[in-house]
């Protein structure tokens, strides 16, 4: 299973924008069941470092939101790829002003 594009919960969403919230929830759960099976006993988190937190999504949130300098790593694609639409406005000459920190 793939989680994030995931094609049922795309339909979810679709769902919802059309303003059929009842739907939109059947579907929804029909994804968030796949994944509640599927990741009962597989690891379903992408981030590479090493952790104590790896897959404990609870904690990892928590920490995230409390220190609030960046968002989990599972969440960086995601939000990557707006950020890379927007960058298209300057043609990513953003890029030239950004240093990451030694830690990515
Ligand atoms: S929230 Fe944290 S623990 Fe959960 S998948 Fe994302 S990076 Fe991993």
Redesign the pocket.
Known sequence: MIIDGNKIEKAAMQEFHKGNRQEGLRIQEEFASKFREEFKSKD??P?QKACR?????KE??AIHRAHEEHV???MRNMINKRIGLLSELTEHTIANKIIPPKEV
């Open positions: 379903h988190c981030c937190y790896h897959g404990n999504c990892c949130v989990p790593n599972c």
